[in-house]
């Protein structure tokens, strides 16, 4: 399996909420669009319903005893850590767990699926994947986006330039952000992508939470408490979907995506 960074011609081109489809719009969707991604979200929902139902199977138990916890510290380099001062100094707290619960999640799904991402980039995507939710400061010179993940990949683009990156391993960061909002991101566009979609989701609405053994959901919970987390999300994402139309944020909303983050199965 060759990785996004090998595969400059990946499947994520210009597809639904890639960074070049971004850019190209700021993240609007037309009409077409919309009731393509209603139609994806619909799908999505019922082929996680399918796959969670019913008892663990022998198979998942054999795939939890070899998840290891422990393996989720955030890779030692200077940019993460960068990546992590500015998450801190940048969003709430809440916000900032809930950062840090979403690498944990990817770094045990990766496990679970015996998939190998660049852990940087994967941990740089997951921190970062929120920074411009909270409406605060003026995004840099030149960016008006009007979807959060849009504008979150770019920034992070330029912040990672900014840390010397080639552009090519920034741009794989930019399309897992501005993906990440996606009701699916397949394995083609990209490891790192698809770990990021997955974590996220499960963390906010429960996605593929039977995936994870209930040992590790506990360490990853102990580590970083969901205190506060589904209304605090759920007013942030509201307040997203009202400044901004005819983005996947305010059709996700429109589709019931308060119910979704409040009556997933975790404790708070």
């Known amino acids: 399996m060759t990785t996004?960074?090998?595969?400059?011609?990946?499947?994520?081109?210009?597809?639904?909420?890639?960074?070049?489809?971004?850019?190209?719009?700021?993240?609007?969707?037309?009409?077409?669009?919309?009731?393509?991604?209603?139609?994806?979200?619909?799908?999505?929902?019922?082929?996680?319903?399918?796959?969670?139902?019913?008892?663990?199977?022998?198979?998942?138990?054999?795939?939890?005893?070899?998840?290891?916890?422990?393996?989720?510290?955030?890779?030692?380099?200077?940019?993460?850590?960068?990546?992590?001062?500015?998450?801190?100094q940048s969003v709430p707290v809440w916000l900032c767990q809930h950062s840090l619960r979403t690498w944990s999640w990817a770094a045990l799904l990766a496990q679970r699926d015996a998939l190998k991402p660049d852990t940087e980039v994967l941990a740089v995507s997951c921190l970062l994947h929120d920074v411009a939710l909270p409406p605060y400061g003026r995004p840099p010179a030149g960016l008006h986006c009007a979807c959060f993940a849009v504008d979150g990949g770019q920034r992070s683009r330029l912040f990672l330039q900014a840390q010397g990156w080639a552009e090519s391993r920034a741009l794989v960061v930019e399309d897992a952000i501005c993906l990440h909002m996606n009701p699916h991101v397949p394995l083609g566009a990209g490891i790192e992508a698809h770990l990021l979609q997955q974590a996220a989701a499960l963390d906010v609405v429960g996605a593929r939470m039977a995936a994870i053994d209930p040992a590790s959901r506990q360490a990853v919970l102990a580590r970083y408490p969901r205190t506060g987390f589904a209304q605090q999300m759920s007013e942030a994402m509201r307040q997203q979907a009202e400044?901004?139309?005819?983005?996947?944020?305010?059709?996700?909303?429109?589709?019931g995506f308060e119910r979704a983050i409040r009556r997933a199965a975790w404790p708070e």
């Open 4 to 88: 996004p960074i090998d595969s400059p011609d990946r499947l994520v081109g210009s597809m639904l909420g890639s960074a070049a489809w971004g850019r190209a719009n700021g993240g609007r969707l037309t009409l077409a669009e919309q009731c393509r991604y209603a139609m994806q979200t619909v799908v999505a929902q019922l082929r996680l319903q399918w796959h969670d139902r019913g008892a663990v199977s022998d198979e998942r138990r054999q795939r939890w005893s070899r998840l290891e916890p422990d393996r989720i510290e955030l890779p030692d380099t200077p940019t993460v850590a960068r990546a992590l001062e500015l998450v801190r």
């Open 243 to 255: 400044r901004a139309p005819r983005t996947r944020t305010r059709l996700l909303w429109r589709m």
